[in-house]
């Protein structure tokens, strides 16, 4: 009677450690693939744009990091065309330029800004409007 019992807790034991040796190799080795928290965090996607009202683009200063996209967004009433400083050359950053014209309602990427510097953008069609100018940091 009381043998017979320990050597079924015994069994248990055994049992239990082979499932737990099973378990602790297959998770060993799918976690050397898979995940957790990647050296790549992927950008907060609120970070990276900037909204054209009728009261001008906001926030006029933005910083980002290198790799980044930054999305114009027109929700003014009237069409804007977003380039790179300086005016009227736009030479600095060109990825600014991939913006340009952008009616009401829609939205625009820059290209990928993958030097860590500073980008001047306006709008070119009202260059001296300050609320249109800003600067795209990125660090
Ligand atoms: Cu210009």
């Known amino acids: 009677m009381r ?4 050597s079924g807790v015994l069994k248990l034991w ?3 450690g082979l499932l737990a040796l099973v378990d602790a190799i ?4 799918g ?3 898979g995940g957790g928290a990647s050296p790549t965090t992927p950008t907060p996607s609120g970070g990276t744009t900037i909204t054209i009202t009728s ?3 906001s926030p006029r ?12 967004v027109n929700n003014d009433s009237r069409a804007h065309t977003m380039n790179s400083d300086p005016h009227p050359d ?15 309602g829609q939205s625009r990427q820059t290209g990928n800004l993958v030097e860590t510097r500073t980008c001047g953008f306006h709008d070119h069609d009202r260059d ?12």
């Open 3 to 6: 043998s017979r019992r320990t």
């Open 14 to 16: 055994a049992i239990g």
């Open 26 to 29: 297959g998770c060993g080795g």
């Open 31 to 33: 976690s050397g693939s």
């Open 55 to 57: 009261s001008g683009a």
């Open 61 to 72: 200063e933005l910083t980002v990091s290198p790799g980044s996209r930054v999305t114009f």
């Open 90 to 104: 736009h030479t600095d950053c060109p990825e600014l330029n991939q913006v340009g014209f952008i009616q009401p």
């Open 128 to 139: 001296s409007d300050r609320s249109l100018q800003g600067q795209i940091i990125i660090r």
